[in-house]
Protein backbone atom coordinates (compact mmCIF):
# COMPACT_ATOMS: atom_id res chain seq x y z
CA UNK A 1 0.00 0.00 0.00
CA UNK A 2 1.43 3.53 -1.06
CA UNK A 3 2.69 5.59 2.34
CA UNK A 4 -0.04 7.82 2.68
CA UNK A 5 0.97 12.30 1.93
CA UNK A 6 1.43 14.22 4.80
CA UNK A 7 0.46 17.28 3.15
CA UNK A 8 -2.64 18.20 0.83
CA UNK A 9 -1.20 18.59 -2.97
CA UNK A 10 -2.31 19.63 -5.76
CA UNK A 11 -3.54 16.19 -7.26
CA UNK A 12 -5.25 15.22 -3.84
CA UNK A 13 -7.02 18.29 -3.95
CA UNK A 14 -8.26 17.25 -7.73
CA UNK A 15 -9.13 13.78 -6.35
CA UNK A 16 -11.16 15.30 -3.32
CA UNK A 17 -12.80 17.09 -5.99
CA UNK A 18 -13.89 14.61 -8.39
CA UNK A 19 -14.74 12.07 -5.82
CA UNK A 20 -16.82 14.44 -3.90
CA UNK A 21 -18.69 14.81 -7.06
CA UNK A 22 -18.56 11.05 -7.47
CA UNK A 23 -20.36 10.60 -4.41
CA UNK A 24 -23.29 13.63 -4.53
CA UNK A 25 -24.21 12.14 -7.69
CA UNK A 26 -24.53 8.61 -5.97
CA UNK A 27 -26.63 9.77 -3.31
CA UNK A 28 -27.99 12.76 -4.84
CA UNK A 29 -31.85 11.60 -5.11
CA UNK A 30 -31.64 10.05 -1.46
CA UNK A 31 -30.44 13.49 -0.16
CA UNK A 32 -33.17 15.21 -2.55
CA UNK A 33 -35.63 12.99 -0.76
CA UNK A 34 -34.97 13.69 2.69
CA UNK A 35 -35.02 17.52 2.25
CA UNK A 36 -37.39 19.07 4.38
CA UNK A 37 -35.33 21.90 5.83
CA UNK A 38 -35.81 24.89 5.42
CA UNK A 39 -37.75 24.34 2.79
CA UNK A 40 -38.92 21.07 1.74
CA UNK A 41 -38.78 21.32 -2.14
CA UNK A 42 -36.53 18.21 -2.94
CA UNK A 43 -33.72 19.92 -4.40
CA UNK A 44 -30.76 19.80 -1.45
CA UNK A 45 -29.07 17.07 -3.37
CA UNK A 46 -29.06 18.91 -6.40
CA UNK A 47 -27.98 22.02 -5.60
CA UNK A 48 -24.74 20.49 -3.75
CA UNK A 49 -23.94 18.36 -7.09
CA UNK A 50 -24.23 21.28 -9.07
CA UNK A 51 -22.00 23.54 -6.36
CA UNK A 52 -19.48 20.94 -6.59
CA UNK A 53 -20.04 20.30 -10.49
CA UNK A 54 -18.90 23.75 -10.49
CA UNK A 55 -15.83 23.56 -8.10
CA UNK A 56 -14.31 20.78 -9.85
CA UNK A 57 -14.70 22.35 -13.30
CA UNK A 58 -12.81 25.34 -11.79
CA UNK A 59 -9.91 22.79 -10.43
CA UNK A 60 -9.82 20.99 -13.89
CA UNK A 61 -9.62 24.27 -15.26
CA UNK A 62 -6.62 25.58 -13.58
CA UNK A 63 -4.75 21.93 -14.90
CA UNK A 64 -5.44 22.49 -17.86
CA UNK A 65 -3.77 25.72 -18.53
CA UNK A 66 -0.85 25.26 -16.09
CA UNK A 67 0.70 22.84 -13.86
CA UNK A 68 -1.06 24.08 -10.54
CA UNK A 69 0.56 23.81 -7.08
CA UNK A 70 -1.72 23.04 -4.14
CA UNK A 71 -3.16 26.68 -2.99
CA UNK A 72 -4.03 27.53 -6.73
CA UNK A 73 -6.06 24.18 -6.71
CA UNK A 74 -7.48 24.78 -3.56
CA UNK A 75 -8.45 28.38 -4.61
CA UNK A 76 -9.89 27.55 -7.50
CA UNK A 77 -12.12 24.84 -6.08
CA UNK A 78 -13.21 27.32 -3.32
CA UNK A 79 -14.03 29.92 -6.47
CA UNK A 80 -15.39 27.47 -8.37
CA UNK A 81 -17.90 26.57 -5.80
CA UNK A 82 -19.08 30.01 -4.71
CA UNK A 83 -19.77 31.27 -8.44
CA UNK A 84 -21.53 27.95 -9.17
CA UNK A 85 -23.31 27.78 -5.51
CA UNK A 86 -27.32 26.56 -5.76
CA UNK A 87 -29.33 26.94 -2.66
CA UNK A 88 -28.92 27.30 0.90
CA UNK A 89 -26.97 23.99 1.91
CA UNK A 90 -24.58 24.92 -1.66
CA UNK A 91 -24.14 28.52 -0.89
CA UNK A 92 -23.37 27.20 2.75
CA UNK A 93 -20.85 24.93 1.45
CA UNK A 94 -19.00 27.75 -0.71
CA UNK A 95 -18.33 29.19 2.33
CA UNK A 96 -17.22 26.06 3.78
CA UNK A 97 -14.54 25.66 1.27
CA UNK A 98 -13.66 29.03 1.24
CA UNK A 99 -13.06 29.06 4.57
CA UNK A 100 -10.81 25.87 4.79
CA UNK A 101 -8.96 27.47 1.15
CA UNK A 102 -7.57 30.89 3.40
CA UNK A 103 -6.00 28.58 5.78
CA UNK A 104 -4.52 25.85 3.57
CA UNK A 105 -3.08 28.29 1.57
CA UNK A 106 -0.74 29.06 4.66
CA UNK A 107 0.05 25.38 5.18
CA UNK A 108 -1.47 21.52 3.83
CA UNK A 109 -0.65 18.94 6.86
CA UNK A 110 -2.60 17.45 9.13
CA UNK A 111 -2.62 20.62 11.72
CA UNK A 112 -3.56 23.22 8.82
CA UNK A 113 -6.40 20.97 7.72
CA UNK A 114 -7.75 21.24 11.00
CA UNK A 115 -7.44 24.40 11.55
CA UNK A 116 -8.70 25.31 8.17
CA UNK A 117 -12.26 23.41 8.88
CA UNK A 118 -12.37 25.35 12.16
CA UNK A 119 -11.61 28.37 10.25
CA UNK A 120 -14.38 26.68 7.82
CA UNK A 121 -17.21 26.09 10.31
CA UNK A 122 -17.05 29.73 11.41
CA UNK A 123 -17.08 31.72 8.32
CA UNK A 124 -20.07 29.67 7.59
CA UNK A 125 -22.18 30.68 10.63
CA UNK A 126 -20.77 34.16 9.76
CA UNK A 127 -22.29 33.96 6.64
CA UNK A 128 -25.22 32.38 7.65
CA UNK A 129 -27.98 35.31 9.05
CA UNK A 130 -30.10 33.26 11.78
CA UNK A 131 -27.89 30.15 12.13
CA UNK A 132 -30.17 26.94 13.22
CA UNK A 133 -28.95 23.92 15.19
CA UNK A 134 -29.64 20.61 13.42
CA UNK A 135 -28.23 21.86 9.70
CA UNK A 136 -24.93 21.63 8.00
CA UNK A 137 -23.57 24.09 10.26
CA UNK A 138 -23.79 21.79 13.36
CA UNK A 139 -22.47 19.12 11.28
CA UNK A 140 -19.14 21.14 10.22
CA UNK A 141 -18.73 22.67 13.77
CA UNK A 142 -18.59 18.82 15.11
CA UNK A 143 -16.37 17.80 12.31
CA UNK A 144 -13.87 20.64 13.28
CA UNK A 145 -14.29 19.77 16.09
CA UNK A 146 -13.66 16.17 16.38
CA UNK A 147 -10.34 16.92 14.32
CA UNK A 148 -9.11 19.95 16.64
CA UNK A 149 -6.19 18.11 18.14
CA UNK A 150 -4.54 18.20 15.00
CA UNK A 151 -2.49 14.96 13.71
CA UNK A 152 -1.36 13.68 10.70
CA UNK A 153 -3.47 14.33 7.20
CA UNK A 154 -5.21 11.07 6.75
CA UNK A 155 -5.89 11.23 10.84
CA UNK A 156 -7.17 14.64 10.52
CA UNK A 157 -9.73 13.88 7.36
CA UNK A 158 -10.89 10.70 9.07
CA UNK A 159 -11.57 12.27 12.41
CA UNK A 160 -13.60 15.23 10.93
CA UNK A 161 -15.63 12.59 8.30
CA UNK A 162 -16.50 10.71 11.89
CA UNK A 163 -17.05 13.61 13.59
CA UNK A 164 -19.98 14.55 11.16
CA UNK A 165 -21.28 11.57 11.07
CA UNK A 166 -22.09 11.65 14.39
CA UNK A 167 -23.34 15.21 14.41
CA UNK A 168 -25.60 13.91 11.54
CA UNK A 169 -27.32 11.30 13.43
CA UNK A 170 -28.02 13.67 16.31
CA UNK A 171 -29.43 16.22 13.84
CA UNK A 172 -33.27 14.80 13.82
CA UNK A 173 -32.95 15.83 18.06
CA UNK A 174 -31.79 19.17 17.42
CA UNK A 175 -34.91 20.65 15.19
CA UNK A 176 -38.21 19.90 15.42
CA UNK A 177 -39.15 19.07 11.48
CA UNK A 178 -36.47 16.47 11.21
CA UNK A 179 -37.59 14.33 13.92
CA UNK A 180 -41.34 14.47 12.53
CA UNK A 181 -40.02 13.43 9.09
CA UNK A 182 -37.69 10.87 10.70
CA UNK A 183 -34.66 12.02 8.48
CA UNK A 184 -31.70 13.09 9.27
CA UNK A 185 -30.35 17.26 7.77
CA UNK A 186 -29.80 16.91 3.90
CA UNK A 187 -27.39 19.31 4.01
CA UNK A 188 -25.45 17.53 7.12
CA UNK A 189 -25.88 14.34 5.28
CA UNK A 190 -24.27 16.37 1.99
CA UNK A 191 -21.38 17.55 4.06
CA UNK A 192 -20.71 14.12 5.22
CA UNK A 193 -20.14 13.04 1.65
CA UNK A 194 -17.69 15.52 1.08
CA UNK A 195 -15.52 14.97 4.02
CA UNK A 196 -15.65 11.21 3.42
CA UNK A 197 -14.48 11.70 -0.48
CA UNK A 198 -11.92 13.77 1.41
CA UNK A 199 -11.08 10.95 3.18
CA UNK A 200 -10.72 8.77 -0.06
CA UNK A 201 -8.49 11.34 -1.40
CA UNK A 202 -6.01 11.91 1.33
CA UNK A 203 -5.88 7.96 2.38
CA UNK A 204 -6.64 6.27 -1.62
CA UNK A 205 -9.52 4.12 0.85
CA UNK A 206 -13.22 4.06 0.01
CA UNK A 207 -15.34 5.11 2.59
CA UNK A 208 -18.56 2.84 4.36
CA UNK A 209 -21.29 4.99 3.02
CA UNK A 210 -23.78 5.99 5.78
CA UNK A 211 -26.06 3.40 6.94
CA UNK A 212 -29.16 3.15 9.32
CA UNK A 213 -32.37 4.13 10.01
CA UNK A 214 -32.04 7.70 10.42
CA UNK A 215 -29.70 8.38 7.70
CA UNK A 216 -31.36 7.04 4.44
CA UNK A 217 -35.01 7.16 4.35
CA UNK A 218 -37.65 8.85 2.42
CA UNK A 219 -40.20 11.14 4.59
CA UNK A 220 -43.40 10.95 4.57
CA UNK A 221 -45.21 12.80 2.53
CA UNK A 222 -47.82 13.61 4.81
CA UNK A 223 -45.29 14.51 7.66
CA UNK A 224 -43.25 17.15 6.17
CA UNK A 225 -45.51 20.33 6.36
CA UNK A 226 -44.25 23.59 7.45
CA UNK A 227 -45.62 26.36 7.99
CA UNK A 228 -46.02 28.47 4.70
CA UNK A 229 -42.97 30.53 3.76
CA UNK A 230 -41.93 32.94 1.16
CA UNK A 231 -42.91 32.21 -2.02
CA UNK A 232 -39.66 32.63 -4.01
CA UNK A 233 -35.64 31.23 -3.91
CA UNK A 234 -33.72 34.35 -5.24
CA UNK A 235 -29.93 33.70 -5.68
CA UNK A 236 -27.37 35.83 -7.56
CA UNK A 237 -23.76 36.95 -7.74
CA UNK A 238 -23.05 40.42 -7.02
CA UNK A 239 -19.80 42.60 -7.60
CA UNK A 240 -19.69 44.90 -4.22
CA UNK A 241 -17.81 46.82 -1.87
CA UNK A 242 -17.65 44.99 1.59
CA UNK A 243 -20.05 47.89 3.75
CA UNK A 244 -22.45 47.30 0.60
CA UNK A 245 -22.84 43.88 1.27
CA UNK A 246 -23.14 44.93 5.01
CA UNK A 247 -26.15 46.53 4.60
CA UNK A 248 -27.77 44.59 1.87
CA UNK A 249 -27.78 42.07 4.61
CA UNK A 250 -29.71 44.23 6.50
CA UNK A 251 -32.44 45.07 3.78
CA UNK A 252 -32.56 41.27 2.57
CA UNK A 253 -32.77 39.84 6.16
CA UNK A 254 -35.87 42.39 6.78
CA UNK A 255 -37.69 41.10 3.25
CA UNK A 256 -37.42 37.26 4.13
CA UNK A 257 -35.50 34.51 5.34
CA UNK A 258 -33.16 31.81 4.64
CA UNK A 259 -30.52 34.37 3.99
CA UNK A 260 -27.12 33.43 3.23
CA UNK A 261 -24.40 35.92 1.79
CA UNK A 262 -20.75 34.16 1.27
CA UNK A 263 -17.68 35.48 -0.27
CA UNK A 264 -15.35 38.36 -0.51
CA UNK A 265 -12.86 40.36 -2.47
CA UNK A 266 -15.55 42.10 -4.29
CA UNK A 267 -17.77 39.18 -5.49
CA UNK A 268 -20.16 37.47 -3.34
CA UNK A 269 -22.98 34.70 -3.18
CA UNK A 270 -26.64 36.20 -2.41
CA UNK A 271 -29.25 33.70 -1.16
CA UNK A 272 -32.42 34.32 0.62
CA UNK A 273 -35.80 33.19 0.14
CA UNK A 274 -38.26 36.42 0.04
CA UNK A 275 -42.20 37.11 -0.87
CA UNK A 276 -41.32 40.00 -3.13
CA UNK A 277 -38.67 38.98 -5.49
CA UNK A 278 -37.90 41.84 -7.30
CA UNK A 279 -37.34 43.99 -3.57
CA UNK A 280 -34.70 41.46 -3.52
CA UNK A 281 -32.96 42.02 -6.71
CA UNK A 282 -33.03 45.63 -6.48
CA UNK A 283 -31.48 45.40 -3.02
CA UNK A 284 -28.29 44.06 -5.40
CA UNK A 285 -28.57 46.34 -7.44
CA UNK A 286 -28.31 49.39 -4.79
CA UNK A 287 -25.46 47.57 -3.61
CA UNK A 288 -23.05 47.05 -6.35
CA UNK A 289 -23.76 44.84 -9.70
CA UNK A 290 -26.04 41.76 -9.48
CA UNK A 291 -25.18 38.55 -12.52
CA UNK A 292 -26.41 34.97 -12.74
CA UNK A 293 -30.05 36.12 -11.32
CA UNK A 294 -31.57 32.74 -10.16
CA UNK A 295 -35.27 33.14 -9.17
CA UNK A 296 -37.37 30.01 -8.26
CA UNK A 297 -41.35 29.97 -7.45
CA UNK A 298 -41.70 27.83 -4.77
CA UNK A 299 -45.26 26.93 -6.12
CA UNK A 300 -47.03 28.06 -2.92
CA UNK A 301 -46.40 23.61 -1.47
CA UNK A 302 -45.11 23.84 1.67
CA UNK A 303 -44.43 20.18 2.02
CA UNK A 304 -42.06 17.69 0.14
CA UNK A 305 -43.47 17.24 -3.58
CA UNK A 306 -42.00 15.01 -6.38
CA UNK A 307 -42.91 17.75 -8.80
CA UNK A 308 -45.36 20.47 -9.24
CA UNK A 309 -48.12 19.51 -12.48
CA UNK A 310 -46.50 22.12 -14.63
CA UNK A 311 -43.72 25.21 -14.64
CA UNK A 312 -43.10 27.72 -17.55
CA UNK A 313 -39.04 28.46 -17.66
CA UNK A 314 -38.41 31.48 -19.20
CA UNK A 315 -35.32 33.57 -20.38
CA UNK A 316 -34.94 37.26 -19.63
CA UNK A 317 -32.46 40.04 -20.54
CA UNK A 318 -32.88 41.98 -17.25
CA UNK A 319 -32.99 41.74 -13.77
CA UNK A 320 -36.32 43.76 -13.56
CA UNK A 321 -38.35 41.45 -16.29
CA UNK A 322 -36.52 38.15 -13.73
CA UNK A 323 -38.78 39.53 -10.97
CA UNK A 324 -41.68 40.31 -13.03
CA UNK A 325 -41.92 36.97 -14.78
CA UNK A 326 -41.24 35.24 -11.31
CA UNK A 327 -43.69 36.85 -9.66
CA UNK A 328 -45.68 35.35 -12.39
CA UNK A 329 -45.04 32.25 -11.53
CA UNK A 330 -41.71 32.24 -14.07
CA UNK A 331 -38.50 30.29 -13.28
CA UNK A 332 -36.17 32.87 -14.45
CA UNK A 333 -32.55 32.45 -16.37
CA UNK A 334 -31.02 36.16 -16.94
CA UNK A 335 -29.58 36.41 -20.61
CA UNK A 336 -26.12 39.05 -20.13
CA UNK A 337 -25.60 41.38 -22.93
CA UNK A 338 -22.64 39.24 -24.97
CA UNK A 339 -23.12 36.18 -22.68
CA UNK A 340 -26.28 34.04 -23.63
CA UNK A 341 -27.16 31.42 -21.23
CA UNK A 342 -25.43 27.95 -22.09
CA UNK A 343 -27.47 24.55 -22.65
CA UNK A 344 -26.73 23.16 -19.17
CA UNK A 345 -28.53 26.93 -17.50
CA UNK A 346 -31.21 26.05 -18.89
CA UNK A 347 -31.50 22.39 -17.90
CA UNK A 348 -30.93 23.53 -14.49
CA UNK A 349 -33.48 25.83 -14.76
CA UNK A 350 -35.98 22.95 -15.70
CA UNK A 351 -34.97 20.87 -12.49
CA UNK A 352 -34.85 23.86 -10.31
CA UNK A 353 -38.94 24.28 -11.83
CA UNK A 354 -39.69 20.75 -10.27
CA UNK A 355 -42.11 20.08 -12.40
CA UNK A 356 -43.77 17.08 -14.57
CA UNK A 357 -44.82 19.52 -17.49
CA UNK A 358 -42.50 22.79 -18.42
CA UNK A 359 -42.93 25.45 -21.01
CA UNK A 360 -39.70 26.87 -22.39
CA UNK A 361 -39.65 30.19 -23.53
CA UNK A 362 -36.04 30.91 -25.14
CA UNK A 363 -37.17 34.68 -25.75
CA UNK A 364 -34.58 35.16 -28.49
CA UNK A 365 -33.83 33.85 -31.99
CA UNK A 366 -30.05 33.20 -31.63
CA UNK A 367 -31.73 30.76 -28.28
CA UNK A 368 -33.09 28.38 -30.71
CA UNK A 369 -30.88 25.29 -31.07
CA UNK A 370 -29.63 25.78 -27.26
CA UNK A 371 -33.45 25.57 -25.56
CA UNK A 372 -33.44 23.16 -27.85
CA UNK A 373 -30.78 21.13 -27.08
CA UNK A 374 -31.67 21.66 -23.77
CA UNK A 375 -35.87 20.55 -23.82
CA UNK A 376 -34.18 17.29 -25.73
CA UNK A 377 -31.97 16.60 -22.03
CA UNK A 378 -35.34 17.46 -19.87
CA UNK A 379 -37.00 15.02 -22.11
CA UNK A 380 -34.51 12.51 -21.22
CA UNK A 381 -34.93 12.96 -17.80
CA UNK A 382 -38.76 12.44 -17.96
CA UNK A 383 -39.76 16.07 -17.96
CA UNK A 384 -42.67 16.75 -20.37
CA UNK A 385 -41.23 19.98 -22.59
CA UNK A 386 -42.86 22.26 -24.63
CA UNK A 387 -40.13 24.91 -26.77
CA UNK A 388 -42.09 27.77 -27.72
CA UNK A 389 -39.80 29.54 -30.38
CA UNK A 390 -40.45 33.24 -28.71
CA UNK A 391 -38.25 35.61 -30.72
CA UNK A 392 -38.21 38.15 -28.21
CA UNK A 393 -39.12 39.15 -24.33
CA UNK A 394 -42.34 40.85 -25.58
CA UNK A 395 -43.71 37.62 -26.96
CA UNK A 396 -42.61 35.75 -23.92
CA UNK A 397 -44.54 38.01 -21.74
CA UNK A 398 -47.65 38.02 -24.03
CA UNK A 399 -47.45 34.03 -23.60
CA UNK A 400 -47.17 33.71 -20.24
CA UNK A 401 -50.09 36.49 -19.70
CA UNK A 402 -52.36 33.54 -20.98
CA UNK A 403 -50.84 31.01 -19.06
CA UNK A 404 -53.28 28.92 -17.26
CA UNK A 405 -51.51 25.64 -15.44
CA UNK A 406 -54.91 24.04 -14.65
CA UNK A 407 -56.09 23.47 -18.20
CA UNK A 408 -54.79 20.87 -20.01
CA UNK A 409 -50.45 20.65 -21.20
CA UNK A 410 -51.67 20.57 -25.13
CA UNK A 411 -54.25 23.29 -24.62
CA UNK A 412 -52.23 25.58 -22.21
CA UNK A 413 -49.37 25.45 -24.98
CA UNK A 414 -51.40 26.24 -28.25
CA UNK A 415 -52.82 29.16 -26.20
CA UNK A 416 -49.41 30.68 -25.08
CA UNK A 417 -48.03 30.17 -28.48
CA UNK A 418 -50.71 31.58 -30.29
CA UNK A 419 -50.45 34.73 -27.79
CA UNK A 420 -46.21 34.76 -28.94
CA UNK A 421 -46.88 34.43 -32.74
CA UNK A 422 -49.62 37.43 -32.69
CA UNK A 423 -47.44 39.97 -30.94
CA UNK A 424 -45.08 41.66 -33.62
CA UNK A 425 -41.70 43.10 -32.03
CA UNK A 426 -39.14 45.61 -32.51
CA UNK A 427 -36.30 46.87 -30.60
CA UNK A 428 -33.78 49.51 -30.75
CA UNK A 429 -30.46 49.19 -31.16
CA UNK A 430 -26.67 51.53 -31.68
CA UNK A 431 -24.61 50.27 -34.87
CA UNK A 432 -21.19 49.02 -33.51
CA UNK A 433 -19.45 50.06 -36.82
CA UNK A 434 -20.45 50.89 -41.17
CA UNK A 435 -22.66 48.16 -42.43
CA UNK A 436 -25.00 47.60 -45.04
CA UNK A 437 -28.79 47.02 -43.54
CA UNK A 438 -31.96 46.38 -45.51
CA UNK A 439 -32.68 50.20 -44.67
CA UNK A 440 -29.77 51.11 -46.17
CA UNK A 441 -25.88 51.97 -44.95
CA UNK A 442 -25.36 52.76 -41.43
CA UNK A 443 -22.55 54.44 -39.67
CA UNK A 444 -21.11 53.32 -36.08
CA UNK A 445 -23.41 55.33 -33.65
CA UNK A 446 -26.28 55.30 -35.45
CA UNK A 447 -29.36 54.19 -34.07
CA UNK A 448 -31.53 51.37 -35.88
CA UNK A 449 -34.51 50.39 -35.76
CA UNK A 450 -35.36 46.29 -36.19
CA UNK A 451 -38.81 45.18 -36.89
CA UNK A 452 -39.30 40.94 -36.24
CA UNK A 453 -35.08 41.31 -36.27
CA UNK A 454 -34.51 42.79 -39.25
CA UNK A 455 -33.34 46.63 -39.60
CA UNK A 456 -36.21 49.08 -40.82
CA UNK A 457 -35.07 52.12 -39.61
CA UNK A 458 -31.60 54.06 -39.75
CA UNK A 459 -31.54 57.18 -36.85
CA UNK A 460 -29.79 59.47 -35.29
CA UNK A 461 -32.02 59.84 -32.83
CA UNK A 462 -33.71 56.90 -29.88
CA UNK A 463 -37.12 58.70 -29.58
CA UNK A 464 -37.67 59.78 -33.42
CA UNK A 465 -36.53 56.37 -33.94
CA UNK A 466 -38.78 54.38 -31.97
CA UNK A 467 -41.64 56.92 -33.37
CA UNK A 468 -41.12 56.19 -36.43
CA UNK A 469 -40.77 52.30 -35.70
CA UNK A 470 -43.69 52.11 -33.43
CA UNK A 471 -45.79 54.06 -36.44
CA UNK A 472 -44.81 51.49 -38.92
CA UNK A 473 -45.58 48.47 -36.95
CA UNK A 474 -49.42 49.98 -35.76
CA UNK A 475 -49.64 50.43 -39.65
CA UNK A 476 -50.68 47.08 -39.89
CA UNK A 477 -53.15 47.48 -36.87
CA UNK A 478 -53.04 45.99 -32.67
CA UNK A 479 -54.62 46.76 -29.54
CA UNK A 480 -52.30 46.91 -27.00
CA UNK A 481 -48.46 47.95 -27.08
CA UNK A 482 -46.08 46.62 -24.60
CA UNK A 483 -42.63 49.19 -24.26
CA UNK A 484 -39.90 47.31 -22.73
CA UNK A 485 -37.17 49.79 -21.13
CA UNK A 486 -33.63 49.61 -19.80
CA UNK A 487 -31.32 51.64 -17.22
CA UNK A 488 -29.55 52.89 -20.87
CA UNK A 489 -32.98 53.99 -22.02
CA UNK A 490 -33.25 57.96 -22.22
CA UNK A 491 -35.33 58.68 -19.25
CA UNK A 492 -38.52 59.80 -21.65
CA UNK A 493 -38.54 57.91 -24.06
CA UNK A 494 -41.11 55.61 -22.85
CA UNK A 495 -43.63 58.74 -21.72
CA UNK A 496 -43.22 60.45 -25.33
CA UNK A 497 -44.24 57.23 -27.19
CA UNK A 498 -47.08 56.55 -24.59
CA UNK A 499 -48.25 59.91 -24.97
CA UNK A 500 -48.20 59.54 -29.02
CA UNK A 501 -50.10 56.23 -29.03
CA UNK A 502 -52.69 57.74 -27.06
CA UNK A 503 -52.94 60.81 -28.74
CA UNK A 504 -52.87 58.90 -32.65
CA UNK A 505 -54.10 55.55 -31.89
CA UNK A 506 -57.37 56.63 -29.64
CA UNK A 507 -58.32 52.55 -29.50
CA UNK A 508 -54.68 51.24 -28.30
CA UNK A 509 -53.53 50.81 -24.91
CA UNK A 510 -49.23 50.95 -23.64
CA UNK A 511 -48.24 49.07 -21.00
CA UNK A 512 -44.12 49.95 -19.70
CA UNK A 513 -42.20 47.37 -17.85
CA UNK A 514 -38.23 48.23 -16.58
CA UNK A 515 -36.03 45.49 -17.36
CA UNK A 516 -33.48 47.09 -15.27
CA UNK A 517 -30.07 46.83 -16.04
CA UNK A 518 -28.25 44.94 -19.19
CA UNK A 519 -31.22 45.34 -21.61
CA UNK A 520 -31.44 46.42 -24.88
CA UNK A 521 -32.43 50.09 -24.84
CA UNK A 522 -35.58 49.44 -26.00
CA UNK A 523 -38.16 46.30 -26.57
CA UNK A 524 -41.47 47.08 -28.61
CA UNK A 525 -44.37 44.44 -28.49
CA UNK A 526 -47.83 45.17 -30.76
CA UNK A 527 -50.75 42.45 -30.48
Do not use: K
Amino acid sequence: MPQAPQTLDAEAVRSWCARALEALGREREEIDAINVYPIADGDTGTNLYLTVESAAQAVEAVFAADDPDAVDAVRAMAHGALIGARGNSGTILSQLLRGMASVLAEGRDGDHLARSLAAAAGAARDAVAHPVEGTILSVATAAAGACAGGGSLVTVARGAYEGARTALEATPGQLAVLERAGVVDAGGRGLVAVLGALVEAVSGEAQVRPSGGSVVPLPPVDDCAQEDGPAFEVIYLLEAEDAAVDRLRARLDALGDSLVVVGGDGLWNVHVHVDDAGAAVEAGVEAGRPHRIRITHFGGAPEVRERLGRAVVAVVPGEGLAGLCAEAGATTVLARPGEPPASGELVDAIRRAHACEVVLLPNDTDLRHTAGAAAEQARAEGVRVALIPTRAAVQGIAALAVHEPDRRFDEDVVAMTAAAGATRYAELAVAERQSFTSAGVCQAGDILGLIEGDVAVIGQDPTTTARTVLDRMLSAGGELVTLIVSDETPPSLAATLERHVRETYLAVDTTTYHAGRGAPVLLIGVE
